[in-house]
Each structure stands twice: as C-alpha cells, then as structure tokens.
C-alpha cells in the first residue's frame, strides 16, 4: 500500500480489496480483473503516454474542443462552482477548464493512485496559488462524500473528462451516475466527456497502439498482481488484445494466455488458464448522442448542452440534476 501525505484525504484499496476482486474475477467463467486496477504509479504514468499516442483519438478531440468550445462551456457551468473532477490524473483538462471559469470556489481532485495524485496537486498549486485544493485519494466508482464544510458552502459540478463513464455497463453506468447526481445536489452540474461510435478500425487502433504502449498498460496489472499480491505468473506469457464488438457498442481489452499455464496467489488459491484463454481487463462503451441521453435521463440528469469536434468522434455534455 503507498503511503500517502498527510494533505491528501482518503486511501487507496487496500491490498486485500485487491487480492478479493483478483479472485472474485479469475472465479468467473469469463476471467477478468477491474480496470481500476490499472492505475498505480506506473500504470497512470503509461495511461499518460498513451493520451500522447497519433492513434488515441479521445484526449486530444476531447482537448480540443475544450479549447473550441471552452467559454460557452464556462458560462453555461456558470460562477462560483466548487469543481470536483473524478480521476484526476495529471489534470491536463481541468487546466483548460478552471483557466475560463469565473471565481471557481475550489477544485477537489479524486484519484485512485495516490502516488500519482500528489504529484498532480504539487504542480497544480504552484500554479493556481489562490485556488482552494482539497484532493481526495479514493475509488470514486465507490460512494464519495465531501467534507461538509465544502458541500454545505457550494455548489458542486462533477467533472468526469475522458471517455472514463464507458467502462461501465450502462446498467451500471446509470447506477454511477445516479450516485453522481446525488454528490452534484439539486442545483449542481455534470460535464462529462462521452466517446462516440466510429469505424471499428479507428476504435481498436485506438486501444492497440503500434508502438505497445497500451500492451504495456494491459500487462502492468500483472505486474501489480505479482508485487503486490505475490502471485506467481509469467508475465511474458500474456498478450495483449483489443477488439470492438458492434453488436454491444463495446471496445474489449484482454490479456490473452500464450500457453497452458497456472496463476497463484497468497498460496491459497490457484488458476488454471489454458492456451488462448482470456482475461478480460477493460470494457469501452461507446454511445450515440442520444443512447447517452437515455442513461443520463434513468439517472435523473437531462442532457443540456453538447459540444462535438466536427468529426463527431467525441462529445462534452452538461447534465442538469433533474428535480
């Protein structure tokens, strides 16, 4: 487990959330692992280069339309808003973001690395010296609670840029952004990034780069697994894979086993993955503008404004709480 500074409220999973969801996935009759798990130090920092890659598409429409679109987007948020950014990462976006918005009240970044986090906050106050920075490292797919001396003097907007809310069945992702809605209040807002549906080609070059940046994503759980968790594996004998199935709307990233092989963990529990056997590690959801608008609408949010770059490969949409 990292140990965290004292400025930064919350923790990490623990080891054994982690050890628990290792199982409960290699259990199922489809092997699989929580993306979350991607993010330590070394994950976040590949998922950083990855964003940097010609072939990821997402973080630089999404930028740019930022950019394009970046006052309209402020001034339909509107003054005086506390920012809670869920998976703040390096906070690339948020700085695009605060830079427009008048007075914003503070920035509460969540991360699940906290590692990564501080570092985040440490560039951002030098920065933004007068900007009020509370973070938070936690799991914000879990329930998320601000302290009550922000939640009671402002008004939350829930930032979630990237194309993050697809990881989640939209069963789930309702579910999410329900929870979301809840955190926002009747008066708060939602600015979420959502990817849309393409050409297949584009969408699984964007998730199997031609340099091996995402292959070394993918096996860097793995990695986590093995020195975190002790687990006895091989590595090398995985290989990465990303295919889009159209019929679920879904980009699939899985770590497939090049051989007959054993996974161990903690001495008591053991798995066996046959050649060509798969561990599913990420799914990807794409939507259709108006397929969003149907999961935001179960969640008690309406879709209030769109912003697209003119390929319509991604959108930004503000999400009013439905009273």
């Known amino acids: 487990m990292m140990r965290m500074a004292s400025s930064i409220a919350g923790s990490t999973p623990s080891t054994s959330d982690f050890l628990r969801d290792v199982v409960t996935g290699l259990q199922q009759p489809q092997k699989e692992i929580p ?3 991607f993010y330590d130090k070394r994950g976040s920092e590949l998922f950083e280069q990855i964003c940097e890659l010609t072939e990821y598409y997402p973080t630089r429409t999404e930028i740019g339309i930022m950019q394009i679109s970046g006052q309209q987007i402020a001034d339909r948020i509107g003054p005086g808003r506390l ?9 690339l976006k948020t700085r695009i973001l605060l830079d427009q918005l008048k007075e914003p009240a503070g920035y509460v970044p969540i991360d699940i690395s906290g590692e990564h986090l501080e ?4 560039t951002l106050r030098q920065e933004y010296p007068d900007l009020k920075i509370h973070p ?5 797919t879990s329930p998320i609670e601000l302290p009550p001396e922000l939640n009671e003097k402002h008004t939350p907007l829930v930032f979630f840029p990237g194309s993050t809310i697809g990881n989640f069945t939209p069963d789930h992702a ?10 926002a209040g009747p008066k708060g807002g939602v600015l979420i990034g959502v990817d849309l549906k393409k050409d297949t080609v584009r969408l699984e070059r964007a ?3 031609s340099q ?3 292959a070394a994503f993918n096996r860097n759980v793995l990695h986590r697994m093995k020195r975190e968790l002790g687990a006895e594996l091989h590595t090398d004998g995985f290989e990465h894979r990303a295919t889009y199935d ?4 879904r980009i699939e990233m899985h770590l497939v086993s090049l051989r007959d092989q054993h996974v161990r963990l903690s001495n008591e529990h053991t798995f066996r993955i046959e050649a060509g056997e798969t561990i599913r590690t990420e799914c990807s959801y794409k939507y259709s503008i108006e397929e969003f608008e149907g999961v935001a609408r179960r969640a008690s949010l309406a879709v209030e404004a769109v912003w697209t770059d003119p390929d319509d490969w991604f959108s930004v949409l503000y999400l009013g709480v439905i009273e």
């Open 207 to 209: 998730y199997d780069d």
């Open 136 to 140: 938070i490292c936690a799991d914000y």
């Open 212 to 214: 091996g940046v995402t």
């Open 174 to 183: 309702v579910d999410f952004l329900r929870r979301t809605s809840e955190l």
């Open 83 to 91: 920012v809670v950014e869920y998976g703040s990462g390096s906070s």
């Open 246 to 249: 159209k019929d679920l709307g």
């Open 119 to 122: 570092e985040s906050v440490t």
């Open 35 to 37: 993306c979350k798990y």
